[in-house]
Nanobody, 126 residues
Framework: QVQLVESGGGLVQAGGSLRLSCLASGLTFSTYTMGWFRQVPGKERDVVAA????????YYADSVKGRFTISRDNAKNTVYLQMNSLKPEDTAVYYC???????????????????WGQGTQVTVSS
């Protein structure tokens, strides 16, 4: 079965940086669009960024444009989220996700994704 394992979360001061990684197994990684989502208690799980299976296209939520960068290494079955200029409002549990079907375009809602990691906490202090 598909397994997605996130790492790299933690506590950082405002203005700092973190890099999240997500190692995928159980799927042909190079054929799946991948996304990063985040969720705070009591709110919906929102997309942060997504990257097409080929790496040729990316999507970012307005709130992170210019600060976050999504990338992937298909040889390592890994997708990354580089987060710079972090703000307290970026505090959330961050989830890695794989779209439901291979060879798809970029989905920007959680309903486009069928496999999820366990999440990693990111806390930004002011």
């Amino acid at each position: 079965q598909v397994q997605l394992v996130e790492s790299g979360g933690g506590l950082v001061q405002a203005g700092g940086s973190l890099r999240l990684s997500c190692l995928a197994s159980g799927l042909t990684f190079s054929t799946y669009t991948m996304g990063w989502f985040r969720q705070v208690p009591g709110k919906e799980r929102d997309v942060v960024a997504a990257i097409k299976w080929s790496g040729s296209s990316t999507y970012y939520a307005d709130s992170v444009k210019g600060r976050f960068t999504i990338s992937r290494d298909n040889a390592k079955n890994t997708v990354y989220l580089q987060m710079n200029s972090l703000k307290p409002e970026d505090t959330a549990v961050y989830y890695c996700a794989a779209q439901k079907r291979p060879w798809g375009g970029i989905g920007s809602t959680q309903f486009d994704y069928g496999s999820w990691g366990q999440g990693t906490q990111v806390t930004v202090s002011s």
